[in-house]
C-alpha cells in the first residue's frame, strides 16, 4: 500500500489523455437503468478503508438525492463502464465537482476499478473520502437494499414552511 501513496489515479489521466472532458459526452440517466455492480458492506470497508466514510453517506447522499430519490449520474457516451456524479463540496456551498468512477459490473472481486473526483483528495489511490464513498455506497449497496433517507429534515422543513405559507424560504 505504500506504493501507492505517491501514485495519481489513472482515470484522471486516462481523462486527460483521452481527451473526456468533464463537461462533455456524457449521456443523463435520470429513470434509467444502470449496471453498476451491487456491493457488499464488507466490500465497501475494504474499499473505504474503514467505516467512517460509509456512516456519513447516508446524510451526504440524502442531500444529493433529487424528488425520486435518485442521484444525478451520466454515463460516458464513449465508455460504457465509467460514469460520473457531480457533487457538491461539504466545506463549501458554491462549490461542486464532478466524481467519477470506472467499474466492470462483471468482477465480482474488484469491481471497482478506479475513481476520480475533481477536489482536492480527488486523485488519491489508497482509500476513498466522502465523495467516491457516498456515490459507491448509494449506487452499490443502498438502492439495491430498502434503504431511505430519512425524513427528519424533510418534516421540519414543511412544518416551518406551513406556518408562513405567505413567504417563501
Known sequence: MLELQNTTSALAEEI?????????KWIPMKGCAID???LSLEYLRHFTCGSYQLKQSKSYAKSHLDKNDDLDVELSSDKDNLLRCRIQSRHQNSTKYYL???YDPSDSDEPILDKYCQCKSGNQ????YAHTATVVWYLGYARFTEWKPSQRGTILFNSIASCRPNHAL
Open 125 to 128: 489511490t489508497i482509500g476513498s
Open 16 to 24: 486527460t489523455s483521452l481527451r473526456l472532458s468533464l463537461r462533455k
Open 100 to 102: 467519477c468512477i470506472k
Open 36 to 38: 453498476f455492480p451491487q
